[in-house]
């Protein structure tokens, strides 16, 4: 598949192992990697940003065919798999390296996520709760460690996420 036909998204929602394989398991995901976003400095290791010391959050970036899967599905996708009224916090995972995080890569993808946010709130399926989930611009992706890629499959574990 040729680069011109596949898109980019950008999400963290806890764990980033549990993200990548909730990602992967989609019918039009070209791939999901493991990754840091949102931090301070311009490359991080996975021991600094568990620490919560470098800003970064865990992150997956989504490769997609636009012509299977579309962004707005994979906010459904990214909603129905984490919990977005949870501060920081995702299960036993505490810190803002957990935050709950959409990083938009154009203004389209950024429209349809407040919209979709909106639809979130107003649904009344976290009750009233607020829906804490940051919408944020594209910034500096860094790919993490190999080790953590496709680490659940790797280690034949099951996905450490709660479907919501």
């Excluded at 957990?98 to 979709?116: C, G, L, M, N, P």
Aim: hydrophobic share 30%; charged share 20%; glycine share 8%.
């Amino acid at each position: 598949m040729s680069q011109s036909s596949s898109s980019f998204a950008t999400f963290g929602a806890g764990c980033f192992w549990g993200v990548e394989y909730f990602f992967r398991q989609i019918p039009g995901v070209i791939n999901a990697t493991c990754g840091y976003m949102g931090g301070n400095d311009k490359y991080s290791r996975y021991e600094d940003v568990k620490k919560g010391i470098t800003g970064h959050a865990e992150v997956v970036q989504v490769e997609f065919d636009p012509n299977q899967v579309s962004f707005n599905d994979l906010l459904q996708v990214f909603w129905k798999n984490h919990n977005p009224t949870s501060l920081n916090q995702q299960g036993g995972d505490i810190g803002s390296q957990y935050r709950s995080t959409i990083f938009f890569h154009d203004k389209t993808q950024k429209e349809q996520a407040e919209v979709s946010k909106l639809a979130l709130a107003r649904s009344g399926r976290w009750g009233t709760r607020h829906i804490v989930t940051e919408i944020v611009p594209l910034q500096s992706f860094h790919a993490a460690e190999e080790y953590h890629q496709n680490y659940l499959e790797k280690n034949n574990l099951p996905s450490c996420h709660i479907e919501y």
